[in-house]
């Protein structure tokens, strides 16, 4: 008797043939573990605290300061938006192995950020450590 009601039921319903979708997915997934290490993705590295990183920062030679005015300053000494690729290219000449070091107000605005970056990478600098001071 049960086995009757189960039967009749069935034949009122349609099945939904999931093997199709579960074939998707798995290529999906498949893709996606293989194209993910080729990803570039944008980072910054976090240096470490203590003595090396202090060691290190004292001999760093290209300082780029960008204050909340948006005046920019590279070790000292001021320079405009328009003139900032040409004393990188300068500066990179000079300093071939060098990593410069931006001190970014926070206050200032992230365009000149993205404006520097570009700067630096067309004088054919490779890296570039963000400097970030606590409050206090």
């Not at 405009?80 to 001190?103: A, D, G, N, S, W």
């Amino acid at each position: 008797m049960r086995r009757r009601f189960f039967d009749d039921w069935m034949e009122g319903e349609e099945l939904i043939n999931l093997t199709p979708l579960i074939d998707v997915l798995f290529t999906v997934l498949v893709l996606f573990i293989v194209i993910s290490p080729f990803l570039d993705i944008e980072s910054i590295q976090l240096g470490q605290k203590g003595s090396e990183a202090v060691g290190q920062r004292n001999k760093r030679k290209i300082r780029i300061f960008v204050q909340k005015n948006e005046q920019i300053k590279i070790n000292d000494t001021p320079v405009t938006m328009k003139q900032l690729p040409v004393v990188l290219q300068e500066l990179k000449k000079t300093f071939h192995e060098e990593i410069v070091e931006l001190y970014q107000d926070k206050n200032s605005l992230f365009g000149t950020y993205l404006n520097i970056k570009h700067a630096l990478e067309q004088a054919g600098f490779e890296e570039m450590d963000l400097v970030v001071q606590p409050e206090g």
